[in-house]
């Protein structure tokens, strides 16, 4: 496009010229026989030159084309890998979530009927749910050791071995100083 009005000059240029001086009827030298020669030259090299930039051109646009669809094949590949890590955080969270909701109302209504030892092991499951929810950089309002131990202060009541094993790991897992201060209490609360 941009060699257009170049050519176009010099194609008017040689019409003015013929035009202004017109050819004698001698076969010999003629200046027009050379300006004819050259602009036919010069038409030639163009016309060459679009071929070959037609011909090149589409080397040129695949080339384009596949390294286009290669960066793209990366990026959607890093975009599934980022949501699926997203969506399995998403659901954790969520798991996690509606578990302590659902062990923290089990365990104030167990309290409600009497079931102290089952209301303590749900208040337990729903602080293990906590810490996980505390891993994934998500906090809740945390009363439930507050009710764990006015629970245990306010009620007497025996757990199964089993229960114990359970909430001291749970107690180990969570690595709150408050909650390891009732490992003993726990301990004298199991069945014999």
Avoid: C
Avoid at 111 to 120: D, I, K, M, N, V
Avoid at 132 to 149: E, F, G, S, V
């Amino acid at each position: 496009m941009k060699y257009v009005i170049p050519i176009l000059s010099l194609i008017i240029s040689v019409i003015a010229l013929a035009v202004a001086l017109p050819r004698p009827n001698n076969l010999g030298f003629d200046y027009l026989g050379v300006i004819v020669a050259l602009v036919s030259i010069a038409t030639a090299m163009a016309v060459g030159f679009q071929i070959w930039n037609a011909l090149s051109l589409e080397a040129r646009v695949q080339k384009m084309y596949e390294k286009i669809r290669i960066e793209n094949e990366k990026n959607i590949e890093e975009l599934r890998k980022n949501n699926r890590t997203d969506l399995k955080r998403s659901n954790s969270i969520i798991m996690h979530s509606i578990s302590y909701w659902v062990l923290s109302i089990e365990a104030k209504n167990a309290a409600f009927r009497g079931h102290y030892s089952t209301a303590l092991v749900d208040y337990f499951l729903a602080i293990q749910h906590l810490t996980k929810l505390k891993n994934l950089d998500i906090t809740l309002d945390n009363r439930i050791k507050t009710r764990i131990i006015n629970l245990m202060q306010d009620h007497q009541f025996t757990i199964s071995q089993e229960s114990a094993k359970k909430i001291i790991k749970i107690i180990i897992d969570n690595k709150d100083g408050d909650l390891v201060n009732l490992v003993p209490e726990i301990h004298s609360r199991i069945r014999k």
